[in-house]
């Protein structure tokens, strides 16, 4: 398989052409113990998976980094294209973030603590 067809397959495989949104999740040390950030990564991959936005026309993207800059109140989120930034994403606020703003596309006000929309147009839909 050469260069082309490997990455061919590999952008298949995560879904690139429908992803809709994709969520970034700081894993600490600084905002948030490592473990605290590995749990919070562990349950967002499943919850996305149980959801079923992993496959099909309505994909986020997840991705696990070692720092968003946020160095406080973590684990630190953001969710890309509408540039929503979360602070305390713990375990126990996975599911409902998951059901409440990707799902049903209704965020979490209480727990944003910041807005970004990458193009000066979005909506946040």
Request: glycine residues 8%.
């Amino acid at each position: 398989m050469d260069k082309n067809e490997q990455l061919e397959t590999a952008a298949k495989k995560v879904g690139i052409g429908a992803i809709r949104r994709h969520v970034f999740l700081c894993l600490g040390p600084k905002c948030c113990t490592p473990e605290v950030g590995e749990a919070s990564w562990e349950l967002l991959k499943q919850k996305l998976k149980d959801a079923g936005l992993q496959s099909g026309d309505d994909i986020c993207q997840r991705t696990r980094v070692g720092c968003l800059r946020i160095c406080c109140h973590g684990p630190t989120m953001v969710v890309y294209p509408e540039g929503t930034w979360y602070r305390d994403m713990t375990p126990d606020k996975i599911d409902r973030f998951v059901q409440e703003h990707l799902v049903e596309g209704k965020p979490i006000e209480e727990w944003i603590f910041a807005k970004n929309a990458l193009c000066a147009d979005q909506d946040g839909d």
